[in-house]
């Protein structure tokens, strides 16, 4: 089945020790989004690469970073890890026509991110 | 910018009850409008979406949703959930010609055997 991966499921790292979670995609789409989802919360969008140009979002700490080496492949990057960034990590993908919109995200499971 | 509100935060009801959950939006534009359930311990999965035509849009596992434009509403229903509709359901607006979500605060359905 198409999918999109997610790796780890869950992932533990040191205050401040930078860590690196893995997206990729078999759609091949070309936009592909990180979200943030704290318990009992709405999915907070990061930042997305349509095609290779990446777009943050105006709120986004600078502690997160993300590169898309290729269509299939998404990384988000947090440099320096806080208590405040336990969450679950999601990413997306999608496909953006231009003049036709967006068609629906497809998720992976996700990564759940525990700070030590 | 865009805003979604979803009204009910934990909703629990018995196998067969009927469900509504509210969902409103704020934004003077076209936008697209969707529902994503999240089982336990599963990821975010599309319901239903609407993007123009009939507002009354039929999705999977009997789900169905209104958009009432002049509300800024887009309610979703089932007339008799079942112990496997227990999930946390999210409703997501984007613009029509964007392609970023936002996502309401989601509602926790409970369904009692």
């Known amino acids: 089945d198409a999918m999109v991966i997610q790796n780890p499921r869950y992932q533990v790292t040191q205050f401040g020790k930078p860590v690196t979670l893995s997206c990729s995609q078999t759609?091949?789409?070309?936009?592909m989004y990180w979200y943030q989802q704290k318990s009992s919360q709405a999915p907070k969008l990061l930042f997305h690469?349509?095609?290779?140009?990446?777009?943050n979002e105006a709120d986004t700490p600078d502690n997160f970073q993300s590169r898309r080496p290729n269509t299939s492949f998404c990384f988000l990057d947090i440099r320096s890890p806080g208590l405040g960034d336990a969450a679950m990590y999601l990413c997306?993908?999608?496909?953006?026509?231009?003049?036709?919109?967006?068609?629906?995200?497809?998720f992976g499971d996700g990564t759940r991110l525990s700070i030590l | 910018a865009q805003s979604v509100s979803q009204h009910n935060h934990h909703v629990i009801l018995s196998e067969a009850a009927s469900l509504e959950l509210g969902c409103n939006y704020s934004?003077?534009?076209?936008?697209?409008l969707f529902w994503y359930v999240q089982y336990p311990g599963q990821h975010l999965q599309l319901l239903l979406k609407?993007?123009?035509?009939?507002?009354l849009v039929k999705g999977i596992k009997g789900f169905e949703a209104e958009f009432i434009k002049s509300k800024f509403s887009f309610n979703l229903r089932k007339p008799s959930v079942q112990w496997s509709d227990t999930a946390e359901y999210f409703c997501?607006?984007?613009?029509?010609?964007?392609?970023?979500?936002?996502f309401g605060g989601g509602t926790r359905v409970l369904v009692k055997p």
């Open positions: 997501a607006v984007s613009e029509a010609a964007g392609n970023k979500l936002t």
């Open positions: 690469y349509y095609d290779k140009d990446f777009n």
């Open positions: 934004y003077g534009g076209t936008v697209n």
């Open positions: 609407y993007f123009s035509g009939d507002p």
């Open positions: 759609l091949n789409h070309n936009v």
């Open positions: 997306a993908t999608s496909t953006l026509t231009p003049g036709m919109g967006n068609q629906p995200q497809h």
